[in-house]
């Protein structure tokens, strides 16, 4: 199955989302992270509960990505 976004294969629309996150980052002086968060219902329904996605779905992809960003973040500022 080929999956475009605007006509464009979504590898070529993937880059392109890249590239203009790095000059945006460089326009605003700011990092910008390679941690991507997926969007996830789980998220909505922690929300929902009044709770943390750690307390309410530790092993969600969602909450492993969040895990992955804290990561690289605390990596940049350690540096």
Known sequence: MNV???NKPVETAASTLKELAEQLGEYISAP????????AVVVEEAQA????IFDYANKSTVA????????EFL????E
Do not use: L
Not at 64 to 71: L, N, Q, T
């Open 4 to 6: 475009k976004v605007n």
């Open 32 to 39: 910008i992270y390679k941690t991507y968060i997926r969007s």
């Open 49 to 52: 509960n009044s709770q943390d």
């Open 64 to 71: 492993e990505d969040y895990k992955a960003f804290i990561d």
């Open 75 to 78: 990596k940049g500022v350690n």
